[in-house]
């Protein structure tokens, strides 16, 4: 069976510093990936999604970006921090090709930049 | 583009009672519809999907949702909640051809004893 594991679950990380946040999907190939962040009141956002190796696309212009080294691994990172990074990340996937495909979510890494 | 609007962000119900949670979305090709459920400090869930055919959804826990083309919505209702229904609820919708998911704000249901 498939299984998303996202770590760390929380984080709290000083203004200015770096940020790296990792997904890896078990148990399929070729995943669609996807990066979202929820902050209260304002539902989940979009942030990144990929069809495959190295194919990022960006939805949201900020100083997060996202990689996809391996099939299966989706990065999300920050070179530095800003209090508005705060929020609830969550990793999801679906299978590659399969658009009306549910997301599957990992439990989320709760993220406070102080 | 494609949007989804959860007009209530919070709804209270007592126990027992029938809850309908609100959801309307635009887009202007055919699509996808999605209920999911959060509870707290967790990833989303699955509750319901609609893709295509007949209009009435059921899904998990007892929930269902109605489909309406000419409203564009897709509410989603359950006629007897319990206390572990607490938890916060989001709609979304994906464009058929399309990877993105867009999701709602969400929707807290607060079940009372």
């Known amino acids: 069976s498939q299984t998303i594991h996202q770590w760390p679950a929380t984080l709290v990380q000083p203004v200015g510093s770096p940020l790296s946040l990792e997904c890896t999907v078990e148990?399929?190939?070729?995943?669609?990936l996807y990066w979202y962040r929820q902050a209260a009141g304002r539902g989940l956002q979009l942030l990144f999604y990929s069809v495959g190796i190295g194919q990022i696309s960006s939805e949201v212009p900020q100083n997060l970006s996202a990689s996809r080294p391996q099939d299966r691994q989706f990065i999300l990172s920050s070179k530095k921090l800003l209090l508005s990074d705060s929020g609830f990340y969550l990793c999801?996937?679906?299978?590659?090709?399969?658009?009306?495909?549910?997301?599957?979510f990992g439990n989320g890494t709760r993220l406070t930049v102080t | 583009a494609q949007s989804v609007t959860q007009l209530d962000s919070q709804v209270p119900v007592f126990e027992e009672a029938p809850v309908e949670l609100r959801c309307n979305y635009s887009?202007?090709?055919?699509?996808?519809l999605f209920w999911y459920v959060q509870y707290p400090n967790q990833g989303l869930q699955l509750l319901l999907k609609?893709?295509?055919?007949?209009?009435l959804v059921k899904g998990i826990n007892g929930f269902e949702a109605e489909f309406n083309k000419s409203q564009t919505s897709f509410h989603l209702r359950k006629p007897s909640v319990h206390i572990s229904d607490t938890a916060e609820y989001f709609c979304a919708v994906s464009d058929r051809g399309y990877q993105k998911v867009t999701f709602g704000t969400g929707t807290k249901l607060q079940v009372i004893p």
């Open positions: 609609y893709l295509s055919g007949s209009t």
């Open positions: 887009s202007s090709v055919s699509v996808y």
């Open positions: 999801a996937w679906n299978p590659g090709g399969a658009n009306n495909s549910p997301l599957h």
């Open positions: 148990g399929t190939s070729n995943p669609n």
